[in-house]
Each structure stands twice: as C-alpha cells, then as structure tokens.
C-alpha cells in the first residue's frame, strides 16, 4: 500500500475462504569428502472466492548445500537458495497485479572446533549483496560470528 518510490508498507486482510497445500523433500550424500544437501518445496495457494494465489506465499524454494573440509580442523560450506517470483498486489477485482522478483542468494559457512563442546562460525548471508525489489526487511550482506557450547556431553 506505501506511495511509488517509498519503502515498502503492507497491510494484510484476512481470506474469507483460502487453502494451501504443498510437499518439502530434503536429502543428502556424502561422497569424496564433500557433503551434498538439497532440498525444495512446492506450495499451491489459493484464495477460492477470486480463484487467485494467496499473496506472499512463493510458489516454489529450492536449497543446495555443499560443504567439506578446507583446512586442519576448519569445514567450509556454500549454500544456495532460491525463492520464485511471489504475488505481493492485488488489483480492485481480485486479480494479481504485483509480483516480488525472485530472489537467489549465496550463504557462505565457515566453523572451527575450539573444543570438544565449543564451536566457532563465521558465515556470509547473501554474499553478492542481492537486493530484489518489493523484499520486506533487509536483505543486504549480512555478516555473523557466532560461538556455539554444546552443554549435553
């Protein structure tokens, strides 16, 4: 609902008669040292009164995770991510009329044991700074350091 050229604003509503339904698949391999997983979804949406797709609910996502070791006691991963083009509008008779873009993005992982229990990990979220137009919040770079303690053993 915000003005041209203005941030973002939204406002929602409630579907007075809607449904989803959709199916995830996840697995992985590990072959050669590598560890390979993926996953996706698949999500039908629909509001039943106008016969149109939900708004905001994107009708496939897919992942792919590989990762390895790089160096003595260092694993190094990369991660894909895939989100397709979501209805976002809709126009005075019910029919979509704005699409958020889709938005691929690259995750880098790095983690080192410090100890048995404590880990370390530095990680890049969207590492080419992807900005699609009509994305709610930030979704710039984004840098993390964390400090992971195991506190079961």
Do not use: C, H, K
Request: cysteine-free; glycine content about 10%.
């Amino acid at each position: 609902i915000s003005a041209p050229d203005a941030p973002p604003l939204y406002e929602y509503r409630n579907v007075d008669d809607g449904f989803t339904r959709g199916v995830e698949l996840e697995g992985g391999v590990v072959a050669g040292g590598f560890r390979v997983d993926a996953g996706g979804s698949l999500l039908e949406t629909r509001d039943r009164s106008s016969g149109e797709p939900l708004l905001g609910r994107a009708p496939y996502s897919g992942r792919i995770t590989i990762s390895r070791p790089i160096a003595v006691g260092v694993r190094g991963s990369i991660t894909s991510v895939y989100t397709a083009r979501t209805p976002m509008q809709r126009d005075p008779d019910g029919a979509v009329s704005s699409w958020r873009d889709a938005y691929p993005r690259f995750d880098v992982r790095l983690v080192r044991p410090m100890t048995r229990d404590v880990e370390l990990s530095l990680q890049v979220d969207n590492l080419f700074d992807r900005r699609p137009a009509e994305w709610a919040g930030f979704t710039g770079r984004q840098l993390f350091a964390a400090l992971r303690w195991n506190a079961e053993r």
